[in-house]
C-alpha cells in the first residue's frame, strides 16, 4: 500500500511538473511572438525612415515581419544566410525596405 501511495506521489508531482513546463512553453512561445513582433515593427520602422515614409506602428509591424520573410528567402536565393542576431536584423531591414517598394509600387501608384 505504501509503494502505491509512493507511485501515486510521484506521478502527480511528474504530471505537475509537466504542466509548468507546458506552461512555460507556452508563456516562451507568446514572449517570442510579442518580441518577434516588436523587432519586425523595429526593422520596418528603420526602413520606412530609410526609404523616406511615414506609417502607423501596425503598418511597421507588418511591413518588417514580412520583410523579414522577404528578405531571407531572398538573401537565401543568393546564397546568403544569417548567422547572427545583427545579421538577420540587418536582412529583415532589407527585406522591409523590399516590402515598402512593392507597397508603394501597388497601393500608391
Given at each position: 500500500?505504501?509503494?502505491?501511495?509512493?507511485?501515486?506521489?510521484?506521478?502527480?508531482?511528474?504530471?505537475?511538473?509537466?504542466?509548468?513546463m507546458?506552461?512555460?512553453?507556452?508563456?516562451?512561445?507568446?514572449?517570442?511572438?510579442?518580441?518577434?513582433?516588436?523587432?519586425?515593427?523595429?526593422?520596418?520602422?528603420?526602413?520606412?525612415?530609410?526609404?523616406?515614409?511615414?506609417?502607423?506602428?501596425?503598418?511597421?509591424?507588418?511591413?518588417?515581419?514580412?520583410?523579414?520573410?522577404?528578405?531571407?528567402?531572398?538573401?537565401?536565393?543568393?546564397?546568403?544566410?544569417?548567422?547572427?542576431?545583427?545579421?538577420?536584423?540587418?536582412i529583415?531591414?532589407?527585406?522591409?525596405?523590399?516590402?515598402?517598394?512593392?507597397?508603394?509600387?501597388?497601393?500608391?501608384g
Amino acid at each position: 500500500m505504501i509503494t502505491l501511495s509512493i507511485l501515486i506521489v510521484i506521478a502527480l508531482i511528474c504530471a505537475f511538473v509537466g504542466c509548468l513546463m507546458g506552461l512555460f512553453s507556452l508563456v516562451g512561445l507568446l514572449v517570442s511572438l510579442v518580441i518577434g513582433v516588436l523587432v519586425g515593427a523595429l526593422a520596418g520602422y528603420i526602413a520606412g525612415r530609410f526609404m523616406g515614409t511615414e506609417t502607423s506602428f501596425a503598418r511597421n509591424a507588418v511591413l518588417g515581419v514580412l520583410g523579414s520573410f522577404v528578405g531571407e528567402f531572398l538573401f537565401g536565393m543568393v546564397g546568403i544566410h544569417a548567422t547572427g542576431s545583427f545579421s538577420s536584423f540587418v536582412i529583415s531591414i532589407l527585406g522591409a525596405c523590399v516590402c515598402i517598394w512593392v507597397d508603394n509600387k501597388l497601393f500608391k501608384g
